[in-house]
């Protein structure tokens, strides 16, 4: 048996291709739907976008809340404060009234500090000293 062979009518062309062909791409969109956020991932164009945004808002869906923007500034230096001194003249935390420490960033107190008053970061007395 022989293999058949294809050929073309004289005079028939083939159709042109499409130049710009549509590039599939993926895409994730962040929602909230009844206050719940929601993650939506699909491929497609970008010209599908339009509809389903469209189509989604029919739904009750509305965009996720956008991050709060950061703030630039430098932090604020914490004023500083002069420390109380004990009957041997040693230096205290004015607040807690325990004697200061000296580390390698000046005097500190090494006291947790309460509700309202000055933390650091790791919630022990933020008060700065004078030396």
């Given amino acids: 048996m022989t ?3 294809l050929s073309r009518p004289s ?3 083939a159709a042109p291709l499409d130049a710009a062909p549509r590039r ?3 895409m994730t969109i ?3 739907m009844d206050g719940f956020p929601v993650e939506i991932s699909f491929d497609g164009s970008l010209d599908q976008l339009p509809a389903i945004t469209k189509r989604l808002r029919a739904l009750g869906a509305e965009p996720a809340a956008a991050p709060a923007p950061k703030d630039e500034r430098a932090p604020v230096r914490p004023e500083r404060v002069t420390p109380s001194y004990d009957s041997d003249g040693n230096p205290c ?6 004697p200061l420490s000296d580390g390698a960033h000046g005097l500190f107190c090494s006291a947790k500090a309460r509700t309202g008053q000055v933390a650091d970061k790791k919630g022990y007395c933020g008060l700065k000293f004078e030396a």
């Fill in 3 to 5: 293999a058949p062979t």
């Fill in 93 to 98: 935390c004015p607040v807690h009234k325990r």
């Fill in 24 to 26: 599939a791409l993926a």
């Fill in 30 to 32: 962040n929602i909230s």
């Fill in 11 to 13: 005079g028939a062309t």
